[in-house]
């Protein structure tokens, strides 16, 4: 028995001297979401990714492309006339319940990726943590802010990070909307005025863009009471003048751009692989030629409206050329005509007539190169301070102090050398001072993507866009959008369904608490 | 000590000499029943690794240390004599015939049993003939061989098919477990199959659950070949072939295509084809153009036995090489094996087992990056391309002929232009192998220690010169080159007790092991930059600044530690009984995941041994059952891990300032499901062994009752979750099912003897539950629900086309894809009106025909039975064998006629435009795709089954008493194929999710080839 002892005993040393593998490996290639979050860089990486998806494209819907194509094409700012899978989206013609798939998976991912920020930043301090927090709560709002106006109320309540298995309930009417107002009012006070950012960070968020985009939420639900002081805040601020030159918005000057309330960074020729680029004016062109895509053009109705009045001097508002690319168009976009753009099209189509010449890149692509990449560099504005100007003064119209509303659509008018109105529309009542703003605000921020909010928030979307608007500083009118009554092809604005987007089809499939918006 | 050292040393590099040893010399002859000299008995001294073959008249030579020596003669199919020296010095020995091979030792993992004491279903591969298969890879030669065991095969060179034992079980890999020597792996073309000594292939849970969690798709055990006592044998062995195509697809010549084309173009009002409408004379047959009939095969063997009473050694080289029935494809293996063990004191060997091989393989392009080409088969390309276009045109940008709109409208690229503008290489150098010391403790009790590494280097590099071989579409220069090594390691400590007491019969394991697993891989890829002219393509080579770098790194960790053992028990060879345990753990779970543990039992009764059984005929009669759970992760490492995403390109990335500075980003990346599980296979088997006619003909049937649970798979979440990606989940069920039967006759006496060898086999599945919300999982053309088997064909039904006379007598309101058919439309049968609101589609015929809503179950692409069918036969000193493999009742949806068939813009194989053309097929719609006439139907759906020869080959045995034995033959693989399949090969594998739709990969080849083998 002592000779079996002998000989086992030595067997075990060898048991012992192999070092049991560990099974809790590192992972080497990446940091998890359980190591990563410690301290306030990662909450500022964390911020960053948030601003990250505000340049998204596709199928991750963004203001890279979707958020600023569907706006224009479902309002009556935009169009489209070739004969392609745009042309019955902008008649209100869905086959697909995925159409709006895009922009609701941006919305969602923009969340998403706040969350993170915000309930990851739990027990993370240092001196930013609150400015971090309070950028990501201007996300979240942001992103519902885009989701309730497309979608409704009803659409899903996510209010922390998400995991694999959740199906969260719709949520109630208003329920999300006071959510992100209180989001944002807490954010306000943590957030820096635009001076205070600094250059380096040009494009984080102020002060001024919370304040904006909460009187812009409160707008949305006509509350015009709560939005007033907002907009007083930034307007009294003096952190925001209005750019000289209205075409300088449009273009990519390297500079700080004062009339920026809040924008998106884009960058010309980046690195191969970075989502840093627009696809924007890719998609807006008169055509299809050239690499161009052709897939929103403005409607007769902007173009129209334009040739309502003249400038100070007599001659066609400046700012129509900056915005429309036209018959009468006096510039080239990438080193055509626009006779040429009509006669490159192939098939000639003769339903294309014109297009938006905001946010082109002719000084980047050149004339003679072909748009062989959706690489747009210039930086979008998504709120612009005469966009804040002009919500001013129709909010203090609605609020019955429309002598004191004056002021600010002149400061806008003047700019591009239009006459005040003062001048030649003084003592407007205040329906006609409120018909007056909605002219104004088309003349100025056409193909922004800023009308479809507008028509939502005012009542205009529906049938009656496509009546006369009546402009009360010349005393005409002018013809609306058709496409938002079309009863001879059938096709055109449904009221009781239209007015909100098809949630997504596959997104009911995956959560059975939702239920679908009426009439789809 | 030093001696020991010393004799190591000798051991391992000077393959030591067995004269060394030698004391006493005998000498002897062997012969069968029938008095024929026996070559290649094995003669062992008992207790020691010293002995000797005989030749090939039957004698031997042998020294033994002394007259107690006890000499063991054993040879396959018959018994084993032992017999004591004694004073005798030279031996006359009559072996009898033992056809039941009760005898015989399977390797049933960590251990071996007797085969009369196995209790599972287990197979023992005919590792013989397995050898006169021409196929490279170890998959490949098992196919048809195995009841239970499918194989697809391809024609690729270098690619082995696709095995599943017992049919699909997981959505992510179906590859059994290959242990090769006691190492856990997977099967390599780098593997050399002429090293193979014997091969059992573990399919039941009961036998493959002492592997745990990597052995649901079963487990198959390799020895390979170890050295011989005796006279050292030296063999030689070559063979050279040529191969080719079995079919190609009757495509139309220019004229046909044009008649087609432009009746097309009239009947809906559109312009024709320019070079329809005039033809040019010229009349490509594009498979003439790329396929070759004279791809060499070619495959040499040397490889040296050799022992002495300590030591014993195997050593073999190994070159393969195969030439594609296309141009380019190309394999080339350079193998060696080393395999050596020695006897340091009684009770006491160590050994190792180690090979090292390199595969190069060059293959079809796949070039990454934007602006390349991607993965352009050759073959598809090759079969769609129109007969109008030249193969080479002066007049294009780069010399070769592609299609060019309204002129000849072809989306293919030039196959040929793909072969001379692109390259493809990859290479892989394993290194597999262990080092193992088996030590015996006290009389039953060993202790087994071993340590393994698996490692493999590759070398991948596609390279592309810039251009344009497709209609409109340039693509630009590029590389892509990776490199990458990867090293599993393993340590095994076994103890092994053996005991009999009197009619009881015990042994107990019980082992310890783990296996660590370490890779990493770069890869760069370039795009644009490099100059055609330049001959070579390297990341430094470009003479312009490219379009687009990429560079990556990745690296993988993972560790399994494992706990396992075997208890038997069996009393007066009546009553067996097998329990086998393991507990793995395994680094790819978190924490609470990480251990599953896996039982099984079975119980075998051998009724032959009884008293009371008293059947003349019946030699051997056992009944065996089984019940096990096997593990499976057939996915990725830190899967359950969310990982935080950050990169400077392609990451979550903002730019700050006026002039957008870069700022570096991280958020959470795709979701994940941190508490994935094993995947479990329970699995009941009940078999039956009987041998009749002393052994004569023999039969083995297993029936088996499985349950597939936990099954993990991708699932969509809800948008709303804010992330990406598709989190993996244990949600699948699949019940599994089937039988089994293998047959062998034999007969081995006299001149003529001959053995038939006969498998069936038969396997089912029915998924029973699939994630929350989803009742189906789509595949192309197929579905999978919840009640019926994986991957029905699910189309619209085809009825033929429509007369004048019927479309006159159809209700007007009646609409295919929206509009009322004309003649010569496709008819498809109205089963389903629209979704209700539920989303489920409602019954019964609507007067209006839509692919979405008209779709059936329409085919069943599980065989009804799969099987092999071996027959080999010697007279005097030919030999032959003659190797049938097949399938039956199987649909299959035949992807190149649909391909062909439903656009315009690829030649066709069918009859179109009844309205013009009389043809028997729709009418094609020029115009679009209006009127359903171009839909995925049942028009595509064929008899998927199959017989085929795939091996034959006659062998002669020249006697010369040079050498021990000198046989040349002849050999055909795939000389021909009986099937009612229309595609290239019926005997494609297709996806889990699709598994009867034809993906057109490489197609089988025939090889005819000679070769002969030579042992000294």
Redesign the interface.
């Known amino acids: 028995m002592k ?2 002892y002998k ?2 005993l030595p ?1 075990s040393m ?2 012992c001297l ?1 070092a ?6 590192v ?8 190591s ?1 979050w410690q301290t306030e860089q ?1 909450l500022y ?11 998204a494209t596709f199928d991750e819907g963004s203001y890279g492309l979707e958020l600023r194509v569907f706006p224009q094409l479902l309002s009556d700012e935009g169009t489209n006339e070739a004969p392609w899978e745009f042309n019955d989206l902008a008649r209100f013609v869905q086959d697909d319940l995925n159409m709006f ?1 895009n922009i ?2 941006g919305g ?6 706040a ?2 920020v915000i309930d990851r930043a739990e027990g993370i301090s240092g001196s930013q943590v609150l400015r971090l927090v309070a950028e990501a709560k201007f996300f979240v709002a942001l992103g519902y802010y885009n989701l309730l106006t497309g979608f409704g109320d009803r ?2 309540f ?1 209010d922390r ?8 309930m719709p949520a109630t009417a208003g329920q999300l909307w006071a959510m992100i107002e209180t989001y944002l009012t807490d954010a306000i006070p943590a957030l820096p005025l635009a001076s205070e950012v600094g ?6 968020i102020s002060k001024g863009s919370a304040q904006t985009l909460l009187a812009k939420i409160y707008l949305q639900q006509g509350n015009y009471t709560a939005a007033e002081p907002l907009l007083a805040a930034v307007v009294n601020s003096g952190q925001y003048q209005l750019l000289a030159d209205f075409s300088e918005n449009f273009r990519e ?5 004062p009339e920026a309330v809040f924008h998106v ?3 010309h020729n ?5 989502t ?1 680029n627009s696809a924007h004016w890719r998609f807006n062109s008169p055509s299809e030629i050239k690499g161009h895509y052709g897939d929103v053009q403005s409607t007769n109705f902007v173009l129209n409206s334009f040739l309502q009045e003249l400038d100070a001097d007599g001659n066609q508002d400046p700012r129509m050329d900056r915005t429309l690319f036209w018959e009468g168009s006096s510039l080239l976009m990438y080193g055509l005509t626009h006779a040429g753009w009509i006669s490159a099209a192939e098939p000639a189509n003769p339903d294309v007539n014109h297009g938006y010449y905001k946010y082109n890149e002719s000084e980047f692509v050149g004339s003679s190169q072909d748009a062989l990449r959706s690489d747009g ?1 210039i930086d979008f504005l998504v709120w612009r301070y005469a966009d804040v100007l002009l919500l001013y003064a129709e909010t203090l119209n609605q609020n019955g102090n429309t002598a004191a509303a004056y002021q600010y659509v002149d400061e806008v008018r003047v700019r591009s050398n239009m006459s005040p109105l003062s001048v030649v529309a003084p003592g407007l009542s205040q329906a006609d001072f409120l018909q007056q703003i909605k002219h104004e605000r088309l003349m100025e921020l056409a193909g922004e993507g800023i009308r479809w909010f507008d028509q939502k928030r005012w009542g205009d979307y529906g049938p009656s866009a496509s009546g006369d608007h009546f402009i009360p500083s010349t005393g005409t009118s002018v013809a609306g959008d058709p496409n938002f009554n079309d009863p001879i092809t059938g096709k055109g604005f449904t009221v009781g369904q239209d007015e909100l987007f098809a949630i ?1 089809q ?2 009911l ?4 608490n939702l239920i679908q918006n009426p009439g789809y | 000590m030093k001696k020991i050292i010393l004799n190591i040393l000798i051991l391992v590099f000077v393959f030591g000499s067995q004269q060394a040893f030698s004391q006493n010399a005998i000498s002897g002859n062997v012969t069968d029943d029938g008095n024929e000299g026996l070559p290649g008995v094995s003669i062992i001294i008992k207790d020691s690794s010293q002995g000797t073959l005989t030749d090939v008249d039957g004698n031997f030579n042998l020294s033994v240390p002394d007259n107690n020596a006890v000499l063991v003669f054993s040879y396959i199919g018959f018994e084993s004599q032992e017999l004591t020296v004694g004073n005798q010095t030279s031996f006359n020995i009559s072996m009898r015939p033992d056809i039941a091979q009760l005898e015989e030792i399977v390797v049933v993992g960590y251990g071996t049993q007797r085969k009369r004491d196995i209790t599972g279903a287990v197979s023992v591969v005919d590792a013989e003939e397995m050898a006169k298969s021409q196929f490279v890879s170890i998959t490949d030669r098992l196919q048809g061989r195995v009841a239970g065991v499918s194989v697809n095969t391809t024609g690729e060179p270098g690619v082995k098919g696709d095995i599943k034992i017992r049919g699909t079980a997981f959505f992510g890999d179906n590859n059994p477990l290959f242990v090769i020597d006691g190492i856990l792996t997977d099967d390599s073309p780098n593997l050399n199959p002429n090293d193979i000594e014997s091969i059992q292939v573990l399919k039941d849970a009961s036998s493959a659950a002492i592997y745990g969690s990597r052995a649901a798709n079963g487990v198959v055990v390799i020895t390979t070949k170890k050295g011989t006592s005796g006279t050292p044998r030296i063999t030689f062995s070559s063979t050279a072939g040529l191969s080719s195509l079995t079919r190609t697809i009757d495509v139309m010549n220019s004229a046909e295509y044009a008649r087609i084309s432009n009746g097309a173009s009239d009947y809906s009002g559109s312009a024709r084809q320019d070079e329809t409408d005039v033809l040019t004379g010229i009349d490509t047959d594009w498979q003439q153009e790329v396929f070759q009939d004279n791809a060499l095969f070619q495959d040499v063997n040397v490889s040296i036995q050799a022992g002495g009473e300590k030591s014993k050694v195997y050593f073999s080289l190994n070159n393969t090489y195969q030439e594609g029935v296309i141009k380019g494809p190309l394999f080339d293996r350079v193998g060696t094996r080393l395999n050596t063990e020695y006897t340091v004191i009684k009770g006491l060997t160590i050994g190792q087992n180690l090979t090292i091989s390199r595969a190069r393989n060059s293959g079809e392009p796949n070039l990454k990056g ?1 602006g390349g080409i991607g993965n352009r088969p050759v073959i598809s390309n090759t079969i769609s391309m129109l007969p109008i276009i030249p193969v080479l045109d002066p007049s294009k940008t780069n010399g070769y002929g592609h299609g060019v709109p309204g002129v000849a409208t072809s989306f293919g690229f030039n196959p040929i232009g793909i072969q001379e503008v692109t390259r493809n290489q990859r290479e892989n150098t394993r290194v597999l192998g262990n080092l193992y010391l088996d030590y015996e ?2 009389e039953g009790l060993n ?1 087994y ?1 071993s340590a393994g590494v698996n490692s493999t280097f590759f070398h991948n590099k596609n390279w592309q010169k810039g251009g344009q071989i497709r209609m409109t579409t340039t693509h630009q220069s590029g590389l892509t080159e990776a490199r990458g090594e990867s090293r599993e390691t393993f ?1 095994e ?1 076994r103890l092994t007790y053996r005991k009999s007491i009197g009619d009881h019969r015990f042994t107990a394991m019980a082992t ?1 092991t ?3 697993l370490l890779a990493s891989s770069q890869e760069t890829i370039i795009t644009g930059g490099f100059d055609a002219a330049v001959p070579f393509f390297q990341i430094s080579a470009t003479t312009a600044p490219p ?2 770098i ?1 560079s990556s790194g ?8 494992s706990i396992l053992g075997r208890f038997t028990y069996s009393f007066a060879d009546r009553y067996l009984f097998t329990a086998n345990i393991r507990r793995d ?3 790819k779970f978190s ?1 609470g995941n ?1 251990w599953g543990t896996f039982p099984s039992i079975s119980a075998g009764w051998n009724l032959t041994n009884e008293s009371f059984f008293n059947v003349a005929a019946i030699s051997n009669l056992k009944l065996r059952v089984g019940y096990g759970q096997v593990g499976n992760a057939s996915l990725d ?2 899967r359950f ?6 990169a ?22 795709d ?4 508490d994935i599980r094993w995947e479990i296979l329970k699995e009941t088997n009940i078999g039956l062994d009987l041998a009749l006619f002393d052994g004569q003909l023999e039969f083995i049937g297993d029936i088996y009752f499985g349950k597939l649970e936990d099954l993990l798979t991708e699932v ?9 990606g598709q ?1 993996t ?1 244990n949600a699948v069920s699949m019940d599994r099912n089937g039988w089994e039967i293998a047959m062998t006759y034999r007969k081995i006496t006299g001149d003529f003897q001959f053995a038939i060898t006969a498998n069936a086999f038969h396997t089912n599945n029915e998924v029973t539950a699939l994630p ?2 989803v009742n189906e999982f789509p595949g192309t053309n197929s579905i999978s629900r919840i009640g019926i088997p994986l991957g029905q064909l699910y189309t619209p039904i085809y009825e033929g086309i429509y007369t004048q006379g019927e479309i006159d007598a159809l209700d007007p309101t009646f609409t295919i894809n929206g509009a009322p058919p004309l003649a010569g439309d496709a008819k498809y049968r109205d089963i389903n009106g629209r979704d209700d609101e539920t ?1 489920e589609l409602t019954p019964g015929a609507d007067g209006s025909v839509s692919f979405d809503d008209d779709r059936a179950l329409v085919g069943n692409p599980i065989p009804d039975v799969q099987y092999g069918l071996n027959f080999s036969a010697t007279y005097k000193n030919f030999d032959a064998t003659i190797f049938f493999q097949g399938v039956a009742g199987r649909d299959a949806y035949n992807s190149i006629y649909d391909n062909l068939n439903t656009n315009l813009s690829s030649n066709f194989t069918s009859n179109f435009n009844p309205a013009n053309l009389g043809g028997t097929d729709p009418n094609f719609d020029a115009g679009g795709f209006e009127n359903g006439n171009m839909w995925n139907s049942t028009r595509f759906i064929e008899n998927g089954g199959y017989l085929r020869l795939k091996n034959l080959q006659i062998g002669y045995t020249i006697p010369w008493d040079k050498v021990s034995n000198l046989r040349v033959y002849v050999s055909g693989q795939n000389l021909f194929t009986i099937t009612d399949f229309n595609g290239l090969d019926p005997e494609f594998s297709g996806s889990v999710f699709a598994p009867g739709v034809d993906p057109i990969g490489f197609p089988n080849v025939r090889i005819l080839s000679t070769g002969f083998s030579l042992t000294f």
């Open positions: 000779k079996i000989r086992i067997l060898i048991f192999l049991c593998a560990d099974l809790d490996l992972n080497p290639n990446a940091a998890t979401e359980d990563f990662d990486q964390g911020v960053i990714a948030t601003y990250d998806y505000l340049q798939g609701y998976t969602y991912r923009m969340i998403g990726r969350y993170q659409i899903p996510v990070i998400q995991g694999a298995d959740e199906k969260p250059v380096l960070d040009y494009g984080r000057t390297d500079q700080v751009n960074n884009f960058l980046g690195i191969e692989g970075e840093d560099g997504p596959n997104e499939d995956l959560n059975p | 934007s403790i006290i202790y220690f340590i400590n310890y783990e296996q660590d379009n687009q990429i990745f690296e993988d960790i993972a560790t399994i530690r753990g395994n680094s924490e990480r490492n830190f891990q969310q990982l935080i995403r950050t400077s390109i392609g990451g979550v990335n903002y730019n700050l300032g006026p002039s957008s500075t870069q700022v570096i980003g991280a958020t959470a990346g979701i994940v499901n941190r969509p979440i809800p948008i709303s979750a804010g992330f990406g989190p989940v929350f919300g989303g």
